[in-house]
């Protein structure tokens, strides 16, 4: 084992950068600590501009000859990936319940499949991604998606793994070389996903992962002039400074950012499921960029929806995340805390009541908070919290409701709950949103669109969606005349 190996959890995780295939050390390192107990759990390279430049050369070293792999080579490395990522979920579950926090039960039985999925599906997508031939007067059209070039992919903490390998499958389908940009305060299992790519035989250079801070090394990969494309997830204002940076060479963005999403609760739902729906809310401490943190709920139910809603969250367990009965773990980091209780504070000091919660508890834990009696040109109602914190509304109308939903800076998703389906049609008709779900929340396929309206982001992910952004979508036109005799 190096000296810059670490080990989590007794999983042996290398804390350098993975660029053309070799592991590569800064001269700097970073803390990385754990939101479970605050212990640090290894120095991280600290990447910089030296190092983005190495990882985007090794990409577009690797390009030619990874773009001109046939699809069923690829779609082959893709599913040893997965099978790479299958083998080591416990692993993969443990180190990245030990860096972010969330549930270790989420992690082995929902999320790291999922991030196997994940290449499975893009594989597999690969292999039937056509478009019909279609005739112009006699002349063929034919589409072809060709691969774009090296790709930068810029990911946040709260999902790790699977917010990276959603970018990653897709792009390595369509053909594309990758600079894998983790969030510094979870860099472990992107490290842990070279080794997996690497022993799968997927060729050096083709899946490069760059530690640090993105204040220090972004710049650097989304200014680059020999990168194709930008796929970032992550928060707004880090959103414009990428838009800015990847400006100077017009390089195709695709943005994942924040939400304020509602939850539309009207008075002919099932309100138990309502109810199960809102409380579902809390899942990941609130770290969730889809979470309906806005409950807007008919007047004729508010009352008995909030005595059932508190009556559910009154049985959530809050606590260590590698618990089997934990429901809410840790936040990520003591400065999002800070800022979660900072939005909390201020509601209240504005006039907002804590129908529960409304406070720090011991360690980076917030306790599940609901406030009521909120405006709807708070702060509180218009800005993203990403932390147990949910407010609730009245509305007396469907207008009304309508209203208040799309009366955000964002529109990533919106849920209703409802026991007529007219409505619903009406309804979601009229929400600004990449997702509506209606009476269930966070059913997701991967061959759906993926993205946010407004502020919620720029562009779609997702199947076909994904392709269109990884490649560079050709038409070729050809004319039945002009051969010379070859058939
Ligand atoms: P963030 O914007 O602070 O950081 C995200 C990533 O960007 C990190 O890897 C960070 O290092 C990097 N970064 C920071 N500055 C950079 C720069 N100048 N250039 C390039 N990269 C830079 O976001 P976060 O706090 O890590 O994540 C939380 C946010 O992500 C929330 O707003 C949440 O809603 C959003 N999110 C959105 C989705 C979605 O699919 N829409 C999913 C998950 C999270």
């Known amino acids: 084992m190096s000296e810059h190996t670490i080990t989590v959890a007794g999983v042996a995780v290398d804390t350098r950068h993975w660029i053309g295939g070799e592991r590569v050390a800064s001269a700097q390192t970073f803390p990385d600590v754990s939101p479970i107990d605050g212990s640090t759990i290894g120095e991280i390279s600290r990447g910089t501009g030296m190092e983005a430049a190495a990882a985007v050369a090794a990409a577009k070293a690797a390009f030619p000859a990874w773009a001109a792999t046939s699809r069923a080579e690829r779609a082959r490395i893709l599913h040893a990936i997965a099978d790479g990522v299958e083998k080591r979920i416990e692993e993969l579950s443990i180190v990245e319940t030990t860096d972010n926090g969330a549930l270790l039960r989420s992690h082995r039985r929902g999320v790291m499949p999922r991030v196997a999925h994940n290449f499975r599906f893009f594989a597999d997508w690969l292999l039937k991604l056509e478009h019909e031939d279609f005739e112009t007067r006699g002349h063929t059209n034919h589409v072809s998606w060709d691969p774009a070039g090296p790709s930068v992919l810029i990911t946040p903490w709260n999902a790790p793994l699977m917010l990276a390998t959603w970018k990653v499958a897709p792009a390595l389908a369509a053909g594309n070389t990758v600079i894998l940009k983790p969030a510094e305060w ?193 702060e509180i109602v218009q800005e993203e919290i990403f932390g147990p914190v949910l407010t609730l509304q009245t509305f007396a109308t469907e207008d009304e409701a309508v209203r208040l939903a799309n009366d955000t800076r964002f529109g990533l998703a919106a849920t209703l709950a409802t026991g007529a389906p007219e409505r619903a049609e009406r309804v979601t008709a009229q929400l600004v949103a990449g997702t509506v779900w209606t009476n269930c929340f966070f059913v997701r396929d991967l061959q759906a669109p993926f993205g946010g309206s407004r502020h919620s982001g720029v562009g779609r992910e997702g199947g076909t969606w994904s392709f269109d952004f990884y490649c560079d979508v050709k038409n070729t036109v050809t004319s039945p005349n002009g051969w010379n005799n070859h058939g």
Not at 271 to 276: G, K, N, Q, S, Y
Request: charged letters at 20%.
């Open 186 to 378: 979870t860099p472990l299992t992107a490290s842990l996903l070279a080794d997996i790519a690497a022993e799968a035989g997927l060729p050096a250079g083709v899946l490069n992962v760059v530690q640090g801070y993105g204040s220090e090394i972004g710049d650097a990969l989304t200014s680059h002039p020999d990168v194709r494309r930008i796929s970032f997830t992550g928060s707004v204002p880090t959103a414009k400074r990428i838009a800015e940076s990847a400006a100077a060479n017009l390089t195709p963005l695709s943005l994942e950012l924040g939400g304020k999403s509602p939850l539309l609760v009207f008075a002919d739902a099932d309100l138990d499921l309502a109810v199960d729906l809102a409380v579902e809310q809390y899942d990941n401490a609130g770290q969730v960029c889809l979470a309906a943190t806005r409950f807007l709920v008919e007047e004729s139910v508010a009352e008995e929806f909030t005595r059932r809603f508190v009556e559910k969250a009154g049985q959530l367990t809050q606590g260590d995340p590698r618990g089997e009965a934990t429901d809410i773990g840790p936040n990520i980091h003591p400065l999002q805390l800070e800022k979660i209780d900072g939005f909390v504070q201020r509601a209240v000091a504005a006039g907002a009541r804590a129908v529960i919660g409304g406070h720090r508890k011991d360690g980076q834990y917030y306790a599940p908070t609901l406030l009521t009696a909120v405006a709807q040109d708070s």
